[in-house]
């Protein structure tokens, strides 16, 4: 699996990145069927197969329930065999979110993101858009901690996971490492974002390629291995975070992506 840098980073992650909200979290989430939490030996072993399939991203959240902790437990001794992308500003808790972006409450949340993971340092931490991008960036201040943390080294590279085009394309102006947005074959009103990364080297991290999962409808032979060709040829793109808790959907998921990264 090809790997890509992070941009003003030397940290290079793999084109598929494995999501964890399903490690922590089954309550108000947009997936087409329920699903129980998976016992630790079982993230375990999907831990291991993501590793000998080469995936080194792990992508968590203060939003995504006991996820970041399930993971300091379980990586253990391993942690610095991967690249681990958290987030700030949204967590959820007794059914809901709560969102707050101001610089005390991004700091308070990276420092109990560390803890949770139990390690000294995220590669990657994004801003967890409410959907308020511009006000995020502009007027929080969350943007000016983030910085912060980046110079203590407490996080290695800034970005923020965004809901709107005018967000994504401030975040680049305003200098931040990366950019989450959606993208897909199906879902293209982000394109000039990924455009305007290109130009900037800013990283893209891509989310919801495989629409959540809501594939039913979708015309193609094989929509995953189409959905991946299409996100990479855009140069933008660093990689695509899928997430899953079943062990054939990854393997799936990593046979498509190499199919698409043979035919580029």
Do not use: C
Request: charged content about 25%; aromatic content about 6%.
């Amino acid at each position: 699996m090809k790997k890509r840098l992070i941009h003003t980073t030397d940290i290079m992650v793999s084109s598929l990145g494995l999501g964890t909200v399903k490690f922590g979290r089954n309550q108000q989430v947009k997936y087409p069927t329920p699903f129980e939490l998976p016992s630790d030996k079982e993230i375990s072993s999907l831990l291991d197969l993501a590793q000998e399939l080469g995936i080194n991203l792990l992508d968590t959240a203060p939003a995504y329930g006991i996820s970041e902790e399930r993971l300091g437990r379980l990586l253990g001794s391993r942690r610095d065999q991967w690249v681990i992308m958290s987030k700030a500003g949204e967590e959820f808790r007794d059914g809901r979110s709560f969102f707050d972006f101001s610089p005390e409450g991004v700091v308070k949340s990276v420092e109990r993101t560390l803890l949770r993971l139990k390690t000294d340092r995220v590669e990657s931490l994004l801003l967890h858009s409410d959907g308020n991008d511009l006000q995020i960036l502009n007027e929080s201040g969350a943007v000016e901690a983030l910085f912060a943390l980046k110079d203590e080294g407490k996080i290695l590279s800034t970005g923020i996971s965004t809901k709107t085009v005018q967000g994504g394309l401030r975040a680049i102006e305003l200098g931040l490492d990366s950019v989450m947005v959606t993208y897909n074959p199906w879902h293209t009103e982000e394109e000039s974002i990924l455009e305007a990364a290109e130009e900037s080297k800013t990283s893209v991290f891509v989310k919801k390629a495989l629409g959540s999962g809501w594939f039913g409808k979708v015309s193609a032979e094989d929509p995953v291995e189409t959905s991946f060709r299409f996100i990479f040829d855009q140069p933008a793109s660093t990689s695509i975070i899928t997430g899953t808790i079943n062990p054939r959907h990854l393997q799936d998921n990593v046979e498509a992506m190499a199919r698409a990264e043979s035919e580029s």
